[in-house]
C-alpha cells in the first residue's frame, strides 16, 4: 500500500480502485433501501436483518467499506492539495470553463459535502444500529420488524430529508465526473470504449442519486 500510494500515478490508481469499489457499493445500498417502498410488510426487514447480522458482512465486508471511504476522501485531499502546490503561480487569465467542466473543477467541494452526509448518515443509522445491537437494554436485536419503522421514522423530519436531497445532487454531480475519472486512472481509455464509459456514467451519476432521493421524499410523504 505504501508503494501503491508514493507516487501521484499510483495515488490516483489507489483512488481509482476505491472509487470502484464504492461505486459497486452504491448500487447494493440501493437496491436493499429500494426494497423499503414495498411497505413494512415487505422484504425490507428480512434484507436489513441479513446484512445487519451476516458475519462476512459485518466484520469483513463493513470495515472494508469503511476503510474504504474515509481512505477516497482522504487521497482525494491529498491529490487536491498536491496539485495546488505544484500550481503556486496562477494564470493571468484562466477561463477553466473553456478548459473543464463545473465538476471537475469542485470534486473537492461535492466530495467535502457528500463526506458531511456521511457523517450525518452513519449517525442516524450505523451508530444507532451499533448501540441496539451491542448496548445491553437498548432493545431486542433479535427483532426482525424494526427496521423499516426505523427507516420511516427517520425520514419525518423534512430538514433532515432536504439536507438528504441537496447531498444526492452533489453526489450525482460528484459521480459525473468520478465515475469516468476512475476508468481513466486505471489505463482504460480507448476510442472505442471511452464514449461508452461515459454514457454509462451519465446514467449512473443521474439513477444512484436519483433512487436515493425518491426513497427519501417516499418515506416523507408517506408519514
Known amino acids: 500500500m505504501a508503494g501503491l500510494t508514493s507516487s501521484t ?126 448496548v445491553p437494554g437498548e432493545g431486542d436485536p433479535t427483532d426482525m420488524t424494526r427496521f423499516w419503522g426505523e427507516l420511516h421514522e427517520k425520514f419525518a423530519d423534512p430538514l433532515r430529508v432536504g439536507f438528504y436531497v441537496i447531498s444526492f445532487v452533489l453526489l450525482g454531480l460528484h459521480l459525473a465526473h468520478g465515475f469516468q475519472s476512475s476508468f481513466q486512472s486505471i489505463g482504460a481509455r480507448h476510442p472505442k470504449y471511452t464514449p461508452v464509459i461515459k454514457t454509462l456514467g451519465n446514467w449512473y451519476s443521474i439513477l444512484i442519486p436519483a433512487g436515493f432521493i425518491f426513497i427519501a421524499l417516499f418515506h416523507f410523504l408517506t408519514q
Open 9 to 134: 500515478i499510483g495515488r490516483k490508481y489507489a483512488m481509482a480502485l476505491s472509487a470502484m469499489f464504492l461505486l459497486i457499493f452504491l448500487v447494493m445500498h440501493l437496491s436493499v433501501n429500494m426494497l423499503s417502498v414495498f411497505g413494512e410488510d415487505g422484504p425490507f426487514n428480512a434484507a436489513s436483518y441479513f446484512m445487519g447480522y451476516n458475519p462476512a458482512v459485518q466484520f469483513l465486508m463493513q470495515p472494508i467499506l469503511i476503510f474504504a471511504v474515509f481512505f477516497h476522501f482522504i487521497m482525494g485531499f491529498i491529490l487536491e492539495t498536491r496539485n495546488n502546490k505544484a500550481r503556486p503561480v496562477k494564470y493571468a487569465v484562466n477561463n477553466g470553463k473553456a478548459n473543464s467542466t463545473w465538476m471537475s473543477r469542485n470534486m473537492i467541494i461535492s466530495g467535502a459535502v457528500v463526506l458531511a452526509f456521511l457523517a450525518l448518515h452513519m449517525y442516524d443509522f450505523w451508530m444507532h444500529e451499533m448501540t441496539y445491537k451491542y
